[in-house]
């Protein structure tokens, strides 16, 4: 049996699941936190169950979504939030984890589920944005606490892809 829903309700009361798929969804949980959804996740995974997340982080070229109103990437990053609203945009909610991998790998293992495989999908950082803004970024994104190469690498990580298990 197939069953597609966004009602927490509904799918707890089918559970368990032998496979579970999230894409594009934890970073972008408002109201709830990442390890209560980790543990609701592992409730309904059955013993045998697998599960799948796809993350797109804040940090990559379009982790803001801003690309749906204007189509300049990393500009979530360059711009403050003020600037941004200033400038008559605003973003989705976002989680801002500026730590993509050390973030995403500790919701799995603070919530007991077991990291099968971890895969990210990188795109190389544009040269204007590494030669021109990525000062900028670091100032804005990172309080200027990490290197250039280390910016570079976080950013160019555009989905993260996860299988799991219990």
């Known amino acids: 049996t197939l069953m597609y829903s966004t009602s927490k309700e509904v799918m707890t ?12 969804v ?6 709830d936190d990442p390890d209560s959804l980790f543990k609701w996740i592992r409730s309904l995974l059955a013993d045998d169950g697998k599960g799948f997340i796809r ?9 803001s979504h801003l690309y749906e109103s204007i ?17 008559g945009y605003i973003t989705d909610f976002n989680l801002k984890i500026t730590r993509p991998m050390a973030t995403y790998d500790s919701f799995f293992e603070k919530n007991g589920l077991t990291i099968l495989n971890r895969k990210g ?10 030669e021109v803004l990525i000062e900028r970024i670091i ?17 160019s990580l555009q989905f993260i892809d996860y299988t799991f298990k219990k």
Do not use: C
């Not at 993350?55 to 982790?63: L, R």
């Not at 189509?71 to 400038?87: I, V």
């Open 71 to 87: 189509n300049k990437a990393y500009l979530h990053l360059a711009l403050t939030p003020d600037e941004l609203a200033q400038a």
């Open 13 to 24: 009361q089918n559970r368990p699941y032998d496979l579970i798929l999230l894409y594009d």
């Open 26 to 31: 934890v970073d972008h949980l408002e109201g």
């Open 55 to 63: 993350f797109h982080p804040w940090t990559s070229k379009h982790g």
């Open 121 to 130: 999908h990188s795109d190389p950082v544009d040269d204007y944005i590494a």
């Open 139 to 155: 100032k804005s994104t990172w309080k200027g606490n990490i290197d250039r190469e280390m910016a570079l690498k976080i950013m």
